[in-house]
């Protein structure tokens, strides 16, 4: 769509005060513009844009005290309530560890921030929304009632931007790493080599790079040994079997500018629909079956053993999803968790060419 084509901050408003009810994200695509021109269009009227300063942002954020870390992609949205603690800073890299609060963010990807007042009657909710050049959302953060009000303001006032027109330079996304990679350049004997000398989950996304492979085209060339297709429907019995087992599992959701993770056990498992919803205490999951059209149980080497992990994948090729059981660095995979995943329903036939 042309910039000239687009509605105007005036219009975006308008819809959005005839629309009180329906998502940001879904309003944005009704209007045709990025979630991020959504929120811009209130600058100066409930919204202020910060600059997205990842390590500071990261660095100020523990004195807000318990807030909501939102994690999104097109086909699910993790929360998780918590402290931002346990900071790890870094230009191309920057991690929060903490026991709730578990990031891996990539702070170049993230091109957009803004502080978000809402008022909905007496209520008023404060948050901070970072989106990457196209206006894609990369994460939020929350505050709730245990939240020091004081500190965000501080932290807001310390990031704001010189900029506060109400509007944003649309922009296309840059590459994704899960995306479909052309030209496919290595054999499955290349791949099987390569895979077999793994060590470390984490070396697993330096081998596609170095076979020019996405995560996808390696797990259907690779054979049975280690990946095997499931039926769809595998994601919602693993879902209610580690639930009833109250088994510990890690549940990674992400996109381009940042990966939340969710480590421990699940307990309220409701599915409405076509949508699986984690309702626990500390994190909140809202995932959409409907957009899943590949479901992957993958089996990665390490010193440790190999480990099994449940990986679902849209139609674009991109993972929505993913999967361990809980473990820490050293330790062997769970054997409850190895037997879950290695019991769920196949796909017969052959899963690689």
Not at 156 to 179: R, T, W, Y
Not at 191 to 208: A, G
């Amino acid at each position: 769509m042309d910039q000239r084509e687009r509605p105007s901050p005036h219009e975006i408003r308008r819809a959005q005060q005839d629309n009180p009810k329906i998502r940001e994200h879904d309003l944005a695509a009704r209007l045709g513009i990025s979630e991020a021109e959504l929120v811009a269009a209130h600058c100066g009227l409930g919204a202020i844009r910060v600059e997205p300063r990842v390590n500071d942002l990261l660095t100020g954020l523990e004195a807000v005290g318990e807030v909501v870390a939102h994690t999104r992609n097109e086909s699910a949205v993790h929360e998780k309530i918590g402290v931002y603690d346990k900071v790890v800073t870094g230009n191309k890299h920057a991690l929060v560890l903490g026991d709730e609060i578990d990031l891996r963010i990539f702070p170049k990807v993230w091109a957009h921030g803004f502080a978000v007042e809402k008022r909905d009657g007496k209520d008023i909710s404060h948050s901070l929304q970072f989106f990457d050049a196209a206006g894609k959302a990369m994460h939020k953060v929350q505050l709730g009632p245990a939240s020091n009000l004081d500190a965000y303001q501080k932290l807001v006032a310390e990031l704001e931007s010189s900029n506060q027109e109400p509007i944003v330079v649309f922009k296309a996304s840059g590459a994704n790493d899960d995306a479909e990679v052309p030209g496919q350049a290595a054999t499955v004997e290349d791949l099987r080599e390569c895979w077999s000398q793994l060590t470390d989950v984490h070396q697993f996304f330096d081998m596609l790079k170095r076979l020019k492979l996405s995560r996808r085209e390696a797990v259907r060339m690779v054979g049975e040994v280690y990946a095997w297709a499931l039926e769809k429907d595998a994601i919602g019995a693993m879902f209610q079997q580690a639930a009833e087992d109250e088994m510990p599992i890690m549940c990674f959701v992400g996109n381009r500018g940042c990966i939340q993770i969710h480590s421990g056990p699940i307990k309220w498992v409701k599915t409405i629909g076509p949508w699986i919803n984690v309702l626990d205490k500390t994190f909140h999951l809202h995932l959409g079956t409907h957009h899943i059209i590949e479901v992957w149980a993958v089996r990665k080497p390490t010193k440790d053993g190999h480990v099994t992990s449940l990986e679902a994948y849209g139609a674009d090729g991109k993972m929505i999803i993913q999967f361990f059981g809980k473990r820490r660095e050293g330790e062997g995979e769970r054997e409850d968790w190895r037997f879950l995943a290695e019991t769920l329903p196949r796909i017969p036939g052959p899963t690689a060419a």
